[in-house]
């Protein structure tokens, strides 16, 4: 690897945050390279001495300063700071984003339903051969025919074929 690659990695190294086959890497490297040796020491060392130090407790108002001072400089974003400190994420964003998905999840399931009465319907039309189409249409004559014997119109039917055979000749 590269100093270049191995120096942004030398914090995670310290602080043991790298993977088995990164920190055998970086320490190949820190083995040959005494310039990354020297900065991984001095990063070591600072760490140490930064970890001696004693917490600061801020005073209670520090943060309202804080605030008061970002809302000076930047007057655009004072709005928005105050409304973001304002907010209660517990009590409005988890509810709206639990509704969020439950609408998600039951868009996804109608979809889902649409599209398989949709494949049920394509399937029932494919599914129709030849044959059964020969089937169905020997059926609506077989209805047509009942329909002629019902309304004892045969021999009507005769009469007017008599006649076009008379107009034909």
């Not at 760490?47 to 000076?72: K, N, Q, T, V």
Request: charged share 25%.
């Amino acid at each position: 690897m590269k100093c270049k690659d191995i120096r942004t990695l030398l914090s995670l190294y310290i602080d043991d945050a790298l993977d088995e086959i990164g920190r055998e890497r970086v320490a190949a490297h820190l083995g040959d390279c005494a310039d990354c040796r020297r900065e991984a020491e001095i990063l070591s060392k600072t760490w140490a001495m930064l970890g001696e130090l004693d917490e600061i407790e801020p005073s209670p108002s520090y943060l309202s300063r804080f605030y008061a001072r970002l809302a000076e400089r930047r007057p655009g974003d004072a709005p928005w700071v105050e409304a973001f400190r304002g907010f209660s994420f517990r009590r409005y964003l988890l509810p709206a984003l639990a509704a969020a998905c439950l609408v998600v999840v039951i868009g996804i399931g109608v979809v889902q339903v649409q599209l398989k009465i949709a494949d049920q319907g394509r399937h029932t039309a494919v599914s129709w051969n030849g044959l059964d189409l020969e089937l169905i249409e020997s059926l609506e004559l077989a209805e047509n025919l009942e329909l002629i014997h019902v309304l004892e119109f045969l021999p009507d039917l005769e009469v007017i074929q008599a006649l076009d055979g008379m107009e034909t000749s």
